[in-house]
């Protein structure tokens, strides 16, 4: 696995005749040195022609042929992750740095040939080039380009348009009409579905962006921005938002209503309806029980009437007196301050 490779040509098979001198001695020595030279490699690099997926023993598991020498054995046959918890899951043609430890072959990463986020993949770069090679099962080459960066940065770039950046904000500031100073504001962005090689969180599929301030300064605007075409938010227990002014909507300009504050004050309007209902319903029992006597207990048009308008009154106390007493319209899952 570990290879040599000399520097140097051995031209010493046969030793210098005649007498001996301190400049010839000098010269055999330094023909001697040159010719045990070498350069040492603790990796090689090896092509992958086949890899495991979801499998308990063997996940993320790559086979393969090494490029400098395709020869030589590769332990239990297969080359291992070495990080178990962080998976990089390499394509067919792709190239990994691979080393050796007890006794077994681990891979470390992906080499990077092409400086292409989306795939680097170079097939039958060790001899073994086989016509119209597959990434893998389902892998698709897509023209993903890299993500703009600036100095310090560090990001983190998926191979379909997705990236984490830790970056920063470069600003001038003015201290006076003489000086000013360059600071730099920390960001993280988060981005899955890039529509363009700098951040857009307006543009891009689905964004968070947090935005902190100059030397963390509690002062300065903080903030964390999201952005998608739908945003569901699942809390097991509850969820809680918490700030000095809370807006809904684009362009929130109207008030939120007080839940409880309002129940109290309809709840008088209602007992007084509730009440005048009352009222009338005895009123038009009395006016149908007279009007009924007068007809010789015969039903009429009027007492009929005055029978559904009753059972009007009737039904909307019900609704009225359940509202009071129940509070249906509020929720008891949404609270506000």
Same mark, same amino acid.
């Given at each position: 696995m570990?290879w040599k490779?000399?520097?140097g ?7 210098p ?14 023909? *001697? ?30 086979s ?6 395709? %020869? ?7 080359v ?54 597959k ?17 310090g ?24 009409r ?30 968070i ?27 097991? %227990? ?11 909507g ?14 109290? *004050?309809?709840?008088q ?43 009007? *009154?009737?039904k ?22």
């Amino acid at each position: 696995m570990a290879w040599k490779r000399k520097t140097g040509v051995d031209t010493t098979t046969s030793l210098p005749t005649g007498l001996a001198s301190w400049r010839k001695i000098s010269s055999y020595i330094k023909q *001697l040195i040159k010719a045990s030279q070498y350069e040492y490699h603790e990796s090689e690099a090896f092509e992958v022609k086949d890899v495991i997926l979801n499998d308990s023993t063997k996940h993320g598991v790559v086979s393969g042929t090494f490029l400098n020498n395709p %020869n030589q054995s590769i332990f239990d046959g297969v080359v291992y992750p070495i990080n178990p918890n962080i998976t990089n899951i390499p394509l067919i043609g792709e190239q990994v740095a691979v080393i050796e430890y007890n006794g077994k072959h681990f891979y470390t990463d992906i080499i990077n040939r092409k400086n292409s986020p989306n795939e680097n993949a170079i097939p039958g770069a060790s001899g073994t080039y086989k016509k119209n090679t597959k990434y893998g099962d389902t892998f698709e080459r897509k023209d993903v380009k890299r993500i703009r960066v600036n100095e310090g940065d560090i990001v983190f770039e998926g191979r379909f348009g997705q990236s984490i950046k830790f970056g920063s904000e470069r600003v001038i500031r003015k201290i006076n009409r003489f000086n000013s100073k360059t600071e730099q504001k920390p960001q993280i962005k988060i981005v899955a579905g890039h529509r363009g090689t700098t951040e857009n969180i307006d543009k891009d599929d689905s964004s968070i962006h947090l935005l902190g301030a100059f030397g963390n300064a509690d002062k300065e605007d903080k903030k964390i921005l999201i952005k998608s075409n739908g945003i569901f938010i699942t809390g097991t %227990n509850n969820i809680r938002l918490n700030s000095e002014k809370v807006e809904l909507g684009s362009g929130a300009n109207q008030s939120v209503v007080r839940g409880d504050d309002l129940k109290a *004050l309809l709840d008088q309007v209602f007992e007084g309806q509730v009440s005048k209902n009352e009222e009338t319903i005895t009123l038009k029992t009395a006016e149908a029980a007279t009007k009924l006597t007068a007809a010789g207990g015969t039903p009429t048009k009027e007492t009929i009437d005055l029978g559904k308008e009753i059972a009007e *009154l009737v039904k909307q106390n019900i609704i009225l007196n359940d509202a009071i007493q129940n509070s249906r319209y509020l929720s008891d899952k949404v609270k506000t301050a």
